[in-house]
């Protein structure tokens, strides 16, 4: 008994051997070709700075479009379209990127009809543009959407009302098929963040094809790739086609058993290493950006310093016996405040805050404090007259940022 | 403070275990660390359930002298029963024969548990004592309203800021159970310490895989039950919920015993063992109603389901008297009834509702767009199961006479709650939970204990045709190697 153990043990052993050797064969030369592999190739690029316009462009709607040394400044005061037709894209491409420059966030819309569509209607991916003093790139995965006809007779983008942006420039780029399975294997170890819905479900690994698209992997609701499982699928479907074929050609059901069970083994523990990484990368995360922080340079999650701003607020609010709050819409001030701050009691906004002693102003850049201490909403910026006293006489007691403060009446 | 979370353990652990001692009188049959870890779970749902009674009854605020006092008391009658029934002394029910492992299986069960320590105790430490609360349902649910009955020493049924009629057909709906354990916890510190009152989910977590462990050793080798319990642990979604501050893990800690405990009654050969596992069973099958909603709603039915059905075979079989068989129904209506009646009773008094927030009456039938898509990515594509799922499904197909008739209680009841959560997504107004994803993989949180058991115990019994395929590969690989 203790002998033929042995034997199973020298066996799997060399087995094992020998299975590590061819892998790590195979993994070389994939590694060495994918070293000396052309980088990914700029298929055509558009530079509309210094008063370029390399392509036929319309536009709609539009308050002003204007060629400028820094590009196309287009300002819309009604959403407008901004479209580049007789489309000269000379290849199937899989990622657009545009370099573009905005004052304010907003979401924008990227728009194509395709070549044999004869309606009017256009496909619209939306993708939002961040506020940011200087250009960032904003890539669109096109590859991913089976409805993206590269031969499509006009894109373009779909500029929402009361905006403003320049665009520096357009590239279009694609990839070879390796460098699409190094992208789909670097992608396969790219983890999401704690988010909200990470106590719902976990995406697991998702296959992008292009270093842009992993770059932004997360970003979308569903992600813009592939579920990586369908490859774990393919394999095991291998297996049980090869422990068929086992069974039908030698009779040999151990064998087509064992081909499918160490096949069932082995991605599940890949997958298994891969989701527990994915855990602990979340884990390591709130360690760097919180737990080793102090203040204001604490952030955690999809919060950013939120935690920092309220720690510093609570006790504050923690003296009075109720507070109003007035914060941005769909913000975590309301959840988190009226937990933390128990048993001062949060009157909502909407309610009749007559007497409230503090005013818990957060991201609402209507609410300023004028110079006889009354706390004022500005519903217009642009129009002071319609500003309106909400309470007061009192005093700013706590500012963390301009439209950020607590007020207390006195 | 973190301190005060095993001191805090100490009194309901000690509650839960007399009771289980009781239940079983001479015919131990729970192991020793068993009933330990089901002590620990039960005893803390019993005791706040003795709270909710002698606040709603009595009037007793909810503060630390009536938290010690309704323990103590608790306690000694317990105590006193246990030693009147002479079960001091008494050993813990054998595990099976743990069999010897060979080198690579113990190492590999080395490397496997490194594994899962290190996942456990960083995602555990790091979300639940080093960051703050973050999520919605902690923050509008759990941790609120275990904060509010601590500042408020009540049962308050309005939360704060909310209207007063409606407040309480929302969250306050839901069994306090959870907040008046964080209550308790805070009660202790003599303030609302959330490293603290955060810390104790871990302990639902850690508690039903000491429990899973033990159901497997009950049947299986050292390997599988290490296997099983390894399983469990890194399911990705099951580790998000053990080590975070939702109540599905809590909700699985007691699905799981009162499962298992009927699945054990129903196996069991010799009679004493058998009606001390259902005595076992429906202690824990009364709990279910003050875990979570779905605890009378989807998973008490087919337990008692399951229960009559196995009786009548069993009876029918003649492997069971029918004088048992009555006695077990008794055991199963008398407990339920003591343990349900009261928060049932109360919830009925106050207007509360039956849902999840939601009212379940009222809700349309009909088929509703999207929701296969979602159950079909949510199950088969995502990271949150890895593929616990797909191995059930080739082991249905596989081995569908083990799946079916010797571990019927486990598949049958994983499959009515299961199709019974998807028959409400498919065709109520609860779709949205499944399109967006909020509530659907939640409810397989609650049964991952049981289709880990179920699972486990079916390869258990698949290792030898297993092993023999593992040889011929590894014989074939070394042939063509050479």
């Known amino acids: 008994m203790l002998q033929q153990k042995d034997k199973l043990h020298d066996s799997v052993r060399d087995a094992t051997m020998q299975f590590v050797r061819l892998r790590v064969l195979i993994a070389t030369l994939l590694l060495g070709t994918a070293v000396s592999a052309h980088a990914e190739e700029l298929t055509m690029y558009w530079s509309f700075k210094n008063n370029q316009m390399p392509v036929q462009t319309t536009t709609a709607h539009l308050t002003k479009v204007e060629q400028t040394s820094e590009g196309i400044h287009v300002i819309a005061q009604k959403e407008g379209f901004l479209i580049w037709q007789d489309n000269p894209i000379p290849r199937h491409i899989d990622v657009i990127t545009m370099k573009i420059r905005s004052a304010t966030t907003f979401q924008a819309g990227f728009m194509w009809k395709p070549k044999d569509q004869h309606s009017d209607s256009l496909y619209r991916l939306p993708f939002v543009i961040r506020a940011s003093e200087i250009a960032q790139d904003v890539h669109i995965n096109v590859n991913y959407f089976s409805n993206w006809d590269w031969q499509t007779k006009a894109f373009g983008l779909l500029i929402p009302a009361n905006s403003e942006l320049i665009i520096e420039d357009v590239s279009f780029r694609r990839w070879s098929p390796f460098e699409k399975l190094i992208e789909g294997w670097k992608s396969f170890w790219t983890f999401d963040n704690y988010r909200a819905y990470s106590i719902n479900f976990l995406w697991g690994p998702i296959i992008a094809t292009s270093g842009p698209a992993r770059a932004v992997l997360y970003n979308n609701l569903p992600p813009y790739g592939w579920f990586g499982s369908h490859i774990f699928y393919s394999l095991l479907g291998l297996a049980l086609l090869a422990g068929l074929c086992i069974r039908l050609v030698s009779r040999n059901k151990e064998l087509a058993l064992g081909v499918i069970a160490a096949t069932f083994v082995g991605i599940w523990m890949m997958f298994d290493v891969r989701m527990g990484l994915e855990l602990m990368s979340y884990a390591f995360d709130d360690i760097q950006t919180y737990v080793l922080q102090e203040g204001e340079e604490q952030t955690l999650r999809t919060h950013g310093n939120f935690y920092a701003v309220i720690n510093e607020a609570l006790p504050a609010i923690r003296m009075y016996d109720s507070f109003t709050l007035r914060s941005g819409p769909n913000s975590v001030y309301y959840p988190h405040l009226r937990y933390q701050a128990y048993p001062t009691k949060l009157i909502p906004e909407g309610e009749d805050a007559t007497g409230v002693p503090l005013w818990a102003i957060f991201e609402r850049r209507e609410f300023v404090v004028d110079e006889e201490g009354y706390l004022l909403r500005i519903p217009d910026r642009a129009h002071p007259e319609t500003a309106e006293r909400i309470a007061g006489p009192g005093k700013v007691i706590m500012q963390f940022d301009p439209s950020s403060f607590l007020y207390e009446v006195r | ?482």
């Open chain 2, 1 to 482: 403070m973190l301190l005060l979370l095993p001191i805090g353990l100490i009194p309901p652990t000690l509650i839960g275990w007399l009771t289980l001692a009781i239940l079983q009188g001479k015919s131990r049959v729970l192991q020793r660390s068993e009933q330990w870890a089901l002590g620990c779970v039960t005893g803390l749902s019993l005791v706040m359930l003795l709270m909710v009674i002698a606040h709603t009854t009595f009037g007793a605020p909810i503060n630390l002298l009536w938290f010690t006092a309704v323990q103590l008391i608790a306690l000694i009658a317990l105590g006193g029963i246990w030693h009147a029934l002479g079960l001091k002394g008494l050993p813990g029910a054998p595990m099976s024969d743990g069999g010897t492992l060979p080198r690579w299986a113990r190492l590999t069960l080395v490397l496997l548990a490194a594994w899962m320590t290190i996942r456990v105790l960083l995602a555990g430490v790091t979300f639940l004592v080093l960051t703050p609360t973050y999520l919605d349902d902690t923050l509008d649910n759990w941790n609120l309203r275990g904060k509010v009955y601590f500042v408020d020493q009540a049962l308050t049924l309005v939360m704060p800021s909310e209207d007063p009629i409606a407040s309480p057909r929302g969250v306050s709906s839901y069994p306090p159970t959870v907040p008046l354990v964080k209550t308790w916890f805070a009660t202790i510190a003599g303030t609302w310490d959330e490293p603290l009152i955060n810390s104790v989910h871990i302990v639902w977590f850690l508690s039903t895989l000491c429990l899973v462990y033990a159901m497997l050793r009950r049947f299986t080798g050292i390997w599988w039950a290490a296997l099983g319990t390894y399983i469990l642990a890194c399911m990705p979604l099951y580790l998000m919920h053990g080590t975070n501050t939702y109540a599905d893990a809590f909700v699985a800690a007691h699905v799981f015993p009162a499962v298992a405990m009927l699945f054990c009654a129903l196996r069991s050969e010799d009679a004493h063992a058998r009606l001390s596992f259902f005595r076992l069973g429906a202690f824990c099958a009364g709990l279910l109603p003050f875990t979570k909603n779905e605890g009378v709603l989807l998973y008490l039915p087919p337990i008692l389901l399951i229960l009559c059905i196995g009786l009548f075979l069993l009876v029918r079989a003649q492997k069971m008297a029918l004088r048992d068989a009555v006695t077990a129904i008794a055991w199963y209506i008398g407990l339920i009834a003591l343990l349900a009646l009261p928060w049932l009773i109360f919830k009925w008094l106050n207007g509360l509702t039956f849902g999840n927030a939601k009212s379940v009456s009222g809700l349309n039938i009909g088929w509703q767009n999207g929701v296969w898509y979602a159950l079909y990515v949510n199950t088969f594509l995502e990271g949150n199961w890895l593929f616990l799922f797909p191995l059930l499904v080739m082991l249905c197909v596989w081995k569908w006479r083990l799946v079916f008739r010797q571990y019927a209680p486990l598949s049958v009841f994983f499959f009515i709650v299961l199709l019974g959560q998807w028959f409400i997504f498919l065709f109520t107004g609860l779709a949205p939970e499944a399109r967006m994803q909020t509530g659907l993989a939640r409810g397989i949180v609650q049964l991952l204990p049981v289709v880990v058991l179920l699972v486990t115990l079916v390869l258990a019994d698949c290792a030898q045709p297993l092993q023999s395929g593992f040889n011929e590969l590894a014989r074939k690989l070394k042939r063509n190697g050479g």
